[in-house]
């Protein structure tokens, strides 16, 4: 690959990934509607920790540097 089409791909992947936050940012919210209508609490702070752990875990394996995953799922 030359150096535009690297650079197209890399926009590509950028969209894609700003695509499926937007996606993931979508399912938390009918999650917070359905632990409103179940009158749950919103925060599960266990929960939370065990689902950075995982995801930390996936940077590692990826070879993502962690502080950018703890700066999108902290």
Same mark, same amino acid.
């Given at each position: 690959?030359?150096?535009?089409? *690297? %650079?197209?791909?890399?926009? =590509?992947?950028?969209?894609?990934?700003?695509? &499926?936050?937007?996606? $993931?940012?979508?399912?938390? /919210?009918?999650?917070?509607?359905?632990?409103?209508?179940?009158?749950?609490? *919103? %925060?599960?702070?266990?929960? =939370?920790?065990?689902?950075?752990?995982?995801? &930390?875990?996936?940077? $590692?394996?990826?070879?993502? /540097?962690?502080?950018?995953?703890?700066?999108?799922?902290?």
């Amino acid at each position: 690959m030359n150096l535009p089409e *690297v %650079r197209e791909k890399i926009n =590509e992947i950028d969209r894609a990934i700003l695509k &499926l936050i937007a996606e $993931r940012r979508g399912m938390s /919210e009918q999650a917070i509607s359905s632990k409103d209508a179940a009158s749950l609490g *919103v %925060r599960d702070a266990r929960r =939370e920790h065990e689902l950075l752990v995982d995801r &930390l875990n996936w940077a $590692r394996e990826f070879g993502v /540097e962690t502080h950018l995953v703890a700066s999108i799922f902290h």
